[in-house]
């Protein structure tokens, strides 16, 4: 009995490591014609399905009769290539080059905005309900709490559209459906995250460290301050971590905000897209080198998530142990 439910606990451990390079090994081979056909520069290039002149055709696409190389023929030796790659009135080629600049810049601006906004107002909380707050109330509020954790994003996207976006609006101006409006409905969405996770780390001080403190002198402030946030370390960054994975990869809420336009913002007003919402919107209709390049994106996505989470994690844990 002892070997199954050592072998049953190492197969569950397992399966997560299983489903995680699972994942990595499908996103890089889908994301990989991109890769090859754009290399590194796909990061940071701007442009979006813009076509350029071929300057110099490569011979199988020529129309010649000398070639006599039908476009029959073309399509069985690469159907996605001939995708993207048009010919025009004037007999010279076409081609559509994707970059992925724009929808990183959106994922990370708006993700920085949710964080700026969201982190201050969840300590409050926490603080406030750990340790200030009269029991029957700091329950009510905890419950409320909760609940706004387990609203559907997209009822999040509907109220910011309709009823937050021209309040930010009237206030800062620009357009309603900006950067800005997304990051902080964004940040309004993993609020209750943050807040929760860090109360309950909170709550796991021992009354005897803190009574001890009062007995020296110490204030409310002093004791949250030099007991509480000091003892509570490791909870409230794994609730920071965990509302950053929450921000980076959110779509349905962000893409009724955020414009969902391939243009690079110049202010915090600005629309913009970022790399879900690039996703959702294009995967219906894309084929070809246009399905890599989101393959390629969701990659970056991918990599983007593990490498601030795993840093975050090794960092900052590492200086609170």
């Known amino acids: 009995m002892e070997k199954i439910f050592k072998n049953l606990s190492f197969i569950s451990a397992s399966f997560v490591l299983v489903v995680l390079i699972g994942i990595f090994v499908s996103l890089f081979n889908s994301a990989k014609p991109a890769m090859n056909e754009y290399g590194w520069g796909f990061i940071t290039d701007s442009s979006w399905e813009k076509y ?12 010649n009769e000398s070639t006599k190389k039908s476009t029959a023929a073309v399509e069985e030796e690469s159907d996605d290539a001939f995708d993207d790659i048009l010919f025009d009135d004037s007999d010279s080629l076409t081609k559509t080059i ?10 990370i601006l708006s993700t920085l905005i949710a964080m700026v906004f969201a982190l201050p107002i969840a300590m409050g909380i926490a603080v406030f309900l750990a340790e200030i707050a009269p029991k029957n109330i700091s329950n009510m509020v905890g419950i409320a709490i909760e609940l706004l954790a387990a609203i559907p994003s997209i009822i999040f996207g509907m109220w910011g559209l309709f009823y937050f976006a021209p309040i930010v609006q009237g206030i800062v101006g620009g357009y309603q459906v900006s950067l800005l409006t997304a990051g902080l409905v964004l940040g309004v969405m993993i609020l209750p995250f943050m807040a929760a996770i860090t109360r309950d780390s909170m709550r796991t001080t021992p009354d005897v460290l803190k009574e001890s403190a009062y007995a020296l002198g110490a204030t409310k402030f002093e004791v949250i301050k030099d007991i509480i946030f000091p003892y509570s370390k490791s909870g409230i960054i794994g609730s920071i971590i965990l509302a950053l994975g929450r921000a980076l990869g959110e779509t349905m809420a962000v893409a009724f905000l955020i414009g969902s336009v391939f243009s690079m913002p110049t202010k915090l007003t600005d629309p913009t897209v970022s790399i879900p919402v690039a996703m959702a919107n294009n995967f219906g209709e894309a084929t070809g080198l246009t399905m890599s390049s989101l393959f390629y994106l969701a990659f970056l996505l991918f990599v983007i998530s593990f490498t601030v989470i795993s840093i975050a994690k090794i960092y900052f844990l590492r200086k609170v142990n």
């Open 52 to 63: 350029v002149t071929v300057e110099e055709p490569e011979s199988k696409f020529k129309t």
């Open 98 to 107: 994707y970059g992925g600049l724009i929808p990183i810049v959106g994922t």
